[in-house]
């Protein structure tokens, strides 16, 4: 890790890449809470697969891989959410064929590019050493879009969060606040794709959400603390893959799986510590009930 610091140091695409692990936890920490609180893990599955149709189009036609992602990420977003809102029984499906359909059309056009053949992996499993300042600035634009947003409709999602039947008796257009959270989404999965590619982007984007949701009591002690827990991770994925030349994604979620693990393993440990301890205190209570009634009647 000493070693990964100085270099980081010395080299500016290692400084680009902490930069966007920075960008990526402040969203991925907000967005991943409401994500796991609202259980849009299958959602933002067919968003994140959909994109590579996006980039896949944008190359073939020369322009940045990243913009095709925000557009297509978008259109996503807002198909599955009118499927998800009127579709019912047929949800699943239809956010099934977007995914399929989404990485089909990306492989095509990717495939058929002309020029040099790209590196597809970097897609599906991201590459954040490659970051350029350019789309630094873009991930910075898109971090502070939702940053934005949130604050300043936090207690409106904080209410669909958790009672979306509540929130509508309101007065509030439920519908269009739940589009504009799977946009929200959208855009943070695009940030995330830098970092991890697309097909892990779903682990980095819930794990340390549900860390974070194991050691809280609020919605916004949750955002904080997977805000925190994003960072560490990325940033210890990104040390420990340096030296033996990992890729940075899949160590990066490896982190993440394993503080997930640990967390989870700790937690229930506890909770059975705290059982037991219960159920002790409560023998010793009822052992001590005849004593005690009986000193009350010889006191009498």
């Not at 009118?82 to 047929?90: F, K, P, W």
Request: aromatic content about 8%.
């Amino acid at each position: 890790m000493i070693e990964f610091i100085q270099a980081v140091r010395a080299n500016e695409f290692l400084q680009n890449a902490v930069l966007t692990a920075a960008l990526a936890s402040l969203a991925c920490g907000i967005i991943g809470t409401y994500v796991v609180v609202k259980r849009m893990t299958f959602i933002s599955g067919g968003i994140s697969h959909a994109v590579l149709g996006g980039m896949g189009i944008a190359y073939y036609f020369g322009r940045g891989p990243l913009y095709g992602a925000v557009i297509a990420a978008l259109v996503a977003a807002v198909i599955i959410g009118l499927v998800s809102l009127r579709a019912g029984e047929h949800e699943d499906t239809l956010i099934g064929a977007l995914w399929a359909v989404g990485m089909a059309v990306g492989i095509v056009f990717l495939y058929k590019t002309p020029g040099y053949a790209v590196n597809l992996l970097s897609y599906l499993f991201g590459n954040i050493l490659l970051v350029t300042p350019t789309n630094l600035r873009l991930l910075a634009l898109l971090d502070v879009a939702v940053l934005a947003v949130v604050a300043g409709f936090y207690k409106v999602f904080l209410a669909i969060s958790f009672d979306e039947e509540f929130t509508r008796l309101q007065g509030v257009m439920v519908e269009v606040f739940y589009l504009l959270l799977l946009c929200l989404t959208a855009l943070t999965v695009v940030i995330l794709v830098q970092v991890v590619g697309i097909v892990l982007v779903i682990a980095l984007l819930t794990l340390p959400a549900a860390v974070a949701g194991q050691w809280t009591r609020s919605l916004a002690q949750m955002m904080v603390a997977a805000c925190a827990i994003t960072l560490l991770v990325t940033f210890s994925g990104l040390g420990l893959a340096y030296g033996p030349d990992l890729p940075p994604g899949a160590t990066i979620v490896l982190v993440a799986g394993s503080v997930y693990v640990f967390s989870t393993l700790v937690k229930r440990i506890g909770k059975g510590i705290r059982q037991r301890r219960l159920r002790s205190g409560s023998g010793d209570r009822t052992k001590n009930a005849p004593a005690a009634a009986g000193d009350g009647r010889e006191a009498a």
